[in-house]
């Protein structure tokens, strides 16, 4: 089954914990992404790849990196959580960086910052 | 910059009436843009996109949008709502001109389709 999967679903840290949320795709996909979701805000990118070793910042990435060594894996890492970064975090693919595909979205991360 | 906007936070139809989900967009130059469905604890489902061509786009579970450029609007319709399309939608707009690959969405709207 085609599918972008995340992990872990749901995560509650401490300030300053370094973490990192995983992000997976089967579909030998070049672009992917990461976005968070809040209310009143609606999604916004944190990070994009257009391939491996190919990242650029999207309109939010203050406090996040990413890294992209293998086509199927995007992980988001947060070096020093900070409460403003609770949230609801997706990650997307889509087949080109052309972005006229339609990105397919994994089932999302919710993480507590306290 | 591109963005875009969904002016309605709420929409409320009943079952068997029409839907409406607006969205406007601002780009430098001419507009890819999206609209993708979330329900309750899932991600996104891509419903349909305008990249050229055809003004009228149609997309999945019946829905379909049209691009209108001199009112940069790509609202999003579906003739007869079901309670089951109660969800929150949203909008997206990407500027193929432009050297980056972002993409922008909107605040998002909640539709309700009550029985």
């Known amino acids: 089954e085609a599918q972008v999967t995340q992990n872990p679903r749901y995560l509650i840290t401490v300030t300053g914990k370094k973490l990192t949320v995983t992000c997976s795709q089967n579909m030998n996909h070049e672009y992917m992404s990461w976005y968070r979701q809040d209310p009143g805000l609606g999604l916004r990118q944190i990070y994009y790849s257009m391939n491996v070793e190919v990242t650029d910042k999207g309109d939010v990435p203050e406090g996040y990196k990413v890294s992209r060594k293998e086509k199927r894996n995007f992980p988001l890492i947060l070096e020093s959580p900070s409460p403003n970064q609770t949230s609801l975090y997706f990650c997307?693919?889509?087949?080109?960086?052309?972005?006229?595909?339609?990105?397919?979205f994994g089932p999302g991360t919710r993480l507590t910052v306290t | 910059a591109q963005s875009v906007a969904q002016p309605e936070d709420q929409v409320n139809v009943a079952e068997g009436n029409p839907l409406t989900v607006k969205c406007t967009y601002s780009v430098s130059g001419n507009p890819y843009l999206f609209w993708y469905v979330q329900y309750p604890n899932r991600g996104l489902q891509f419903l349909l996109k305008y990249i050229t061509g055809d003004n009228l786009v149609k997309g999945s579970y019946g829905f379909e949008a049209e691009f209108n450029k001199s009112q940069t609007s790509f609202h999003l319709k579906k003739p007869s709502a079901l309670v089951s399309d109660s969800a929150l939608y949203f909008c997206?707009?990407?500027?193929?001109?432009?050297?980056?690959?972002?993409?922008?969405f909107g605040a998002g709207t909640t539709v309700t389709v009550r029985a």
């Open positions: 997307a693919s889509s087949l080109s960086s052309g972005v006229a595909y339609e990105q397919y």
């Open positions: 997206a707009v990407r500027d193929p001109s432009t050297n980056d690959y972002k993409l922008s």
